[in-house]
């Protein structure tokens, strides 16, 4: 279904492009020089469709990057808790090679063994309205 509704609303902005540069196929001239105005050296002619469509790219490329800038910190964040997740998964691998040899059936020290599983309301036996079970 997404898909679907993905190439409905390409399909729609595609038309939209291609009637927009229908309607506004007329030359313009753009002038890049502030100073002389009777007659600029950095003059483009071109279709205003192009101009206006090159407008609209260059600023969601500007604002792709500014946004992308905006998040290096969350970037770094994630960088730094993969590396604190590794060293962690480390450790705890090194834990349990010292504790169980690898190839031995020893049984783990009292303080290791796992109690017995909480019941459906927990540890304490007690439901939502807290009465003893």
Request: hydrophobic share 45%.
């Amino acid at each position: 279904m997404r898909k679907f509704l993905t190439t409905l609303v390409i399909i729609a902005l595609f038309v939209l492009f291609v009637v927009f540069a229908v309607a506004n196929r007329h030359d313009v001239t753009v002038s890049f020089d502030p100073f002389n105005s009777g007659d600029p050296v950095l003059t483009y002619t071109m279709p205003l469709f192009v101009l206006i469509i090159a407008s609209v790219a260059a600023g969601v490329l500007v604002g792709g990057c500014a946004t992308w800038i905006g998040q290096r910190r969350w970037r770094r964040a994630a960088r730094q808790h993969r590396t604190d997740a590794e060293t962690a998964r480390t450790e705890l691998a090194n834990l349990k090679a010292t504790v169980v040899p690898h190839g031995g059936s020893q049984r783990l020290p009292a303080s290791f063994q796992p109690g017995p599983p909480p019941g459906l309301f927990g540890p304490y036996r007690r439901d939502k309205q807290d009465a003893a079970l």
